[in-house]
């Protein structure tokens, strides 16, 4: 079994929507990040999702378009609001634990395939 | 600006040869190094990470080469095998358990 899903898998939108991904992994964990690869790009850290306060983003990032949240220790949504073409991208969950196999290294999940039309 | 660079953007490799990929990185801070490995549609799995106390890494048939004077790390893989045709990356953050810096990654072809 996945030891984090992410939810939906893929998804077409309509212009000027918004989409929430969800997260869940199968254990606790203390860090969640939120990552997007655009087509043909690398992986760019979106924020880092914090338990119970507001997420730090990255340069470029803003809560506004991307708000998150992280309930408590094995969940977490991103939204992608008042969605754009330029939001085409595959969203990506990673978590890292104390506890095998999440503190070997860091963990995706399978990612989300956003398509905005 | 890139602080993490793969320059190579594919690879090509016969099986049972030695695949070998490389990582430059700029940020002095850096000190734990990962590589992943991506398929299509899904998402990466982490392969091999090495911290800076050390120069050398193996697990299996990945071995991690770190050379911190030269801000450089590099990835072999030995034998190479079909099923490692994929997408690999390396990443980089500024201690273990902190967010991740990725490279623009290395696409991986190994031929039968």
């Known amino acids: 079994s996945a030891v984090i899903s992410q939810k939906p898998s893929r998804d077409i939108c309509q212009r000027g929507t918004s989409l929430t991904i969800q997260c869940q992994v199968d254990?606790?964990?203390?860090?969640m990040f939120w990552y997007r690869q655009q087509p043909g790009q690398s992986l760019t850290l979106i924020a880092t999702?914090?338990?119970?306060?507001?997420?730090?983003?990255e340069s470029g990032f803003v809560i506004d378009k991307f708000p998150i949240s992280r309930p408590n220790l094995t969940f977490s949504t991103l939204t992608v609001s008042n969605m754009s073409p330029e939001d085409s991208s595959i969203y990506l969950c990673?978590?890292?634990?104390?506890?095998?196999?999440?503190?070997?290294?860091?963990?995706f999940g399978s990612g989300t395939r956003l398509t905005v039309v | 600006d890139q602080q993490v660079k793969q320059n190579s953007p594919s690879l090509s490799v016969q099986e049972g040869r030695i695949s070998i990929l490389n990582c430059d990185y700029t940020?002095?801070?850096?000190?734990?190094f990962l590589w992943y490995k991506k398929y299509p549609a899904e998402g990466p799995t982490f392969l091999i990470s090495?911290?800076?106390?050390?120069d050398k890494n193996e697990d299996g048939r990945f071995t991690v080469f770190l050379n911190k004077s030269a801000k450089h790390l590099s990835l072999h893989i030995v034998p190479s095998q079909p099923g490692d045709s994929a997408v690999y990356f390396c990443?980089?953050?500024?201690?273990?358990?902190?967010?991740?810096?990725f490279g623009g990654g290395t696409r991986v072809l190994v031929k039968p």
């Open positions: 999702a914090n338990q119970g306060s507001e997420a730090t983003y």
């Open positions: 990443a980089a953050s500024e201690g273990a358990g902190n967010k991740l810096t």
């Open positions: 090495i911290s800076s106390i050390k």
């Open positions: 990673s978590a890292k634990g104390t506890r095998f196999p999440l503190n070997y290294g860091y963990t």
């Open positions: 254990s606790q964990v203390t860090m």
């Open positions: 940020n002095s801070m850096f000190d734990y």
